[in-house]
Structure formats: structure tokens, C-alpha cells
């Protein structure tokens, strides 16, 4: 819709992929891109309440999530 509207001479730029792939590039030039296909633990940092965030995640994503922790990003 957004590339009708603004038609064929503007170039869109999906900031998801973008941000990525560079998120890979840094990475790999820090030697700390994974390389194990072997599990993973993840652990997720929000600011809502964890229980909350575990709800909507798990239907977002399509799967169980667990190890959800509440930080505070409040200054000073």
C-alpha cells in the first residue's frame, strides 16, 4: 500500500531486515555470531510485567516462552 501511494521512484526500505543484517555484520566482526546449531536458552528483559509479556509473546510467537524478567528503565 505504502509503495502505491508513493509510487515506483521511492525505494522502501524494510528497517527489520536492514537493522539484521547489520546486527550480523557487527557481530561477525566481533567473532560473536553463533555458529552452534545446538539449543538455546533465551531470556527476555521487558518492561511489562513478565506474566503479561509471557501471555502475548507465547500467542505472538507460536510457542511457550519462559525465563521473561521485569527491568526498570527509569533514570536516576
Not at 536492514?18 to 518492561?47: F, I, K, M, S, W
Not at 505472538?60 to 516462552?65: D, K, P, R
Amino acid at each position: 500500500m505504502i509503495q502505491k501511494a508513493v509510487g515506483p521512484n521511492v525505494t522502501l526500505v524494510d528497517s527489520a531486515h536492514a537493522t539484521a543484517e547489520r546486527v550480523e555484520e557487527v557481530l561477525r566482526e566481533q567473532g560473536l555470531l553463533r555458529t552452534d546449531p545446538g539449543p538455546v536458552e533465551r531470556q527476555y528483559l521487558v518492561t511489562d510485567t513478565p506474566e503479561r509479556f509471557l501471555a502475548v509473546g507465547s500467542r505472538f510467537l507460536g510457542e511457550t516462552l519462559s525465563g521473561a524478567r521485569q527491568i526498570d528503565l527509569r533514570l536516576g
